[in-house]
């Protein structure tokens, strides 16, 4: 049996997933808490022997050596995923891959398995970020952009009278909260319309857009183009790596 883990920047996710066979429950944990290795100890007593980790990260190497160890103490030491120039038939458009962050790698991937494309590949994360796929593979790049959440957050930083809290997201807000909510979702709804008019352009077909992360159902209901939920992007894709590489990844 394996076992998948997408460590991101705020959460941990895990999923059971044999081959030839689907995911299965997604479970999550946050990371940001001291006890944070003591709640993982539950779900480490599940683990049977003989079981594989297969550990894709972002996460900071403080967050990483701990998952890492703590796997390991339980005597699944975790093979590591990373970026590579081309995988189960896509192409990496970066010169430098392992700039790449893993997790968009391992979309990448996942969409191609889903289909041939092109696909439009949005994570509304703790950061935004939006990736072209086209129909043979090849990754045209993409862009990164703070989240709503982080933006509000930055404009708090630099300017004490924009600290508002809450607030719902309008058009035309009569209010600074509203206002705030309503400009910084609107910032993230702009790019993603606007990356996929550019990539309609580019290709000379719209791309389906896979949307996922954890501010993706308040990206979707704004968004004024069909999307496909895709919450398990990053594990689907670690399946689809996991698979590819065997026990070549330690």
Request: aromatic share 6%.
């Amino acid at each position: 049996m394996n076992w998948l883990l997408d460590l991101g920047n705020s959460r941990l996710k895990a999923a059971r997933w044999s081959p030839g066979e689907g995911l299965g429950e997604v479970q999550a944990w946050a990371h940001g808490a001291s006890d944070f290795p003591a709640c993982l100890q539950p779900w480490l007593a599940t683990l049977a022997p003989g079981d594989t980790c297969w550990l894709a990260s972002v996460a900071s190497p403080e967050v990483t050596a701990t998952v890492a160890a703590q796997l390991a103490g339980a005597g699944h030491p975790a093979r590591r995923a990373r970026t590579r120039p081309a995988l189960a038939g896509v192409r990496i458009a970066y010169a430098e891959p392992s700039r790449l962050g893993v997790d968009r790698f391992l979309a990448l991937l996942a969409a191609h398995a889903r289909g041939p494309g092109p696909w439009l590949l949005v994570s509304a994360g703790s950061a935004l970020t939006v990736d072209l796929l086209d129909a043979a593979g090849q990754h045209r790049g993409g862009v990164i952009a703070p989240s709503p959440e982080h933006m509000r957050a930055a404009l708090a930083a630099r300017f004490p009278a924009l600290a508002y809290a809450g607030g719902e997201a309008h058009a035309f807000a009569t209010d600074t909260a509203d206002a705030l909510a309503g400009g910084s979702l609107g910032a993230a709804v702009g790019l993603v319309e606007r990356s996929h008019r550019e990539a309609t352009r580019l290709l000379g077909v719209a791309p389906a857009v896979l949307l996922g992360g954890g501010g993706a159902e308040r990206l979707r209901e704004l968004l004024e183009m069909d999307v496909v939920p895709a919450p398990a992007l990053v594990l689907e894709g670690l399946a689809v790596y996991a698979t590819q590489a065997g026990s070549d990844d330690e």
